[in-house]
């Protein structure tokens, strides 16, 4: 069977399953069977593949079909303009969240030696990614997930930034260490009501821990703002994302510690995705 050939095989079977599908997904997939780039399969459509590789790409679909994450099949996602080994036990990174690299980038544009802290730290795709970008920033990630922590751990190592980084399990209301130029957190704020209605694929794979904001979604929103008013620097920038209909309640909890809101940034559906604000 050619490459072209399976790859409609697959197709057919992930509509079945009413799975989301695209044909990156499936390119993706084919690539982790046979090895191979997926420029190489865009050009190859014709070519054999062998038995072997053909049963791990039909394994790989299977999983697909189910509603298993594509990064957590392949444990790699991309993220800025590089690869972050994903595992089981953390959020996988998205488009969105680039936006606080984005604008972190632009915040640090003429600055030198910043002190970061990263409150949630996950895959450690946000901290790692602006430590990569700045060589001489230095930053603290922490989180309340020990398996998330090795995650980080692993990918620093892989970036080579694990000289510049100090992880710490702990929750944000026992963290008491240092002080920060620039605070970043994406925490968990999916409502309770809005949990079952995500995707399966989000629902029944990605760790809940991750995406559970409490009754109306703020719970850990209002921990981390309520900690971060006290481990930012004077003049410190913190960069919030928040839910799309978060953004007037967000305004006035960080006013009330303090806070001047410098902008709210949309994400690339237009919805309201990422606060900017100054610690005065």
């Known amino acids: 069977m050619n490459i072209e050939k399976a790859m409609v095989i697959a197709q057919?079977?992930?509509?079945?399953?009413?799975?989301?599908?695209?044909?990156?997904?499936?390119?993706?997939?084919?690539?982790?069977?046979?090895?191979?780039?997926?420029?190489?399969?865009?050009?190859?459509?014709?070519?054999?593949?062998?038995?072997?590789?053909?049963?791990?790409?039909?394994?790989?679909?299977?999983?697909?079909?189910?509603?298993?994450?594509?990064?957590?099949?392949?444990?790699?996602?991309?993220?800025?303009?590089?690869?972050?080994?994903?595992?089981?036990?953390?959020?996988?990174?998205?488009?969105?969240?680039?936006?606080?690299?984005?604008?972190?980038?632009?915040?640090?544009?003429?600055?030198?030696?910043?002190?970061?802290?990263?409150?949630?730290?996950?895959?450690?795709?946000?901290?790692?990614?602006?430590?990569k970008e700045r060589e001489d920033f230095i930053g603290t990630g922490i989180d309340i997930s020990n398996k998330s922590i090795i995650n980080t751990r692993i990918n620093a190592d892989l970036l080579g930034v694990k000289s510049r980084l100090r992880l710490i399990k702990s929750d944000?209301?026992?963290?008491?260490?240092?002080?920060?130029?620039?605070?970043?957190?994406?925490?968990?704020?999916?409502?309770?009501?809005?949990?079952?209605?995500?995707?399966?694929?989000?629902?029944?794979?990605?760790?809940?821990?991750?995406?559970?904001?409490?009754?109306?979604g703020t719970s850990e929103i209002r921990k981390v703002i309520n900690k971060t008013s006290k481990l930012i620097k004077k003049n410190g920038k913190f960069i919030l994302e928040i839910a799309y209909n978060q953004k007037n309640k967000v305004i006035d909890l960080l006013k009330n510690k303090g806070f001047y809101i410098n902008k709210i940034i949309k994400d690339y559906a237009k919805n309201d995705r990422c606060v900017i604000s100054t610690k005065i």
């Open 172 to 216: 944000i209301d026992n963290f008491n260490l240092g002080k920060y130029d620039i605070i970043l957190s994406n925490p968990p704020y999916i409502s309770k009501y809005e949990i079952n209605c995500l995707e399966k694929d989000i629902l029944n794979f990605e760790p809940r821990i991750a995406l559970d904001g409490g009754l109306d």
């Open 12 to 131: 057919s079977i992930l509509e079945k399953n009413s799975t989301k599908f695209s044909k990156l997904d499936i390119e993706i997939l084919m690539s982790e069977a046979i090895v191979k780039e997926r420029e190489y399969i865009i050009l190859n459509l014709d070519k054999e593949i062998s038995k072997k590789n053909l049963d791990y790409f039909n394994k790989l679909v299977l999983d697909r079909a189910r509603g298993k994450p594509v990064a957590q099949i392949t444990k790699k996602k991309d993220f800025w303009k590089y690869e972050f080994k994903i595992s089981n036990d953390v959020l996988i990174p998205r488009p969105d969240t680039e936006i606080i690299i984005e604008q972190a980038l632009q915040i640090s544009k003429y600055k030198s030696k910043l002190n970061l802290l990263d409150v949630g730290v996950g895959s450690g795709c946000i901290l790692l990614t602006l430590l």
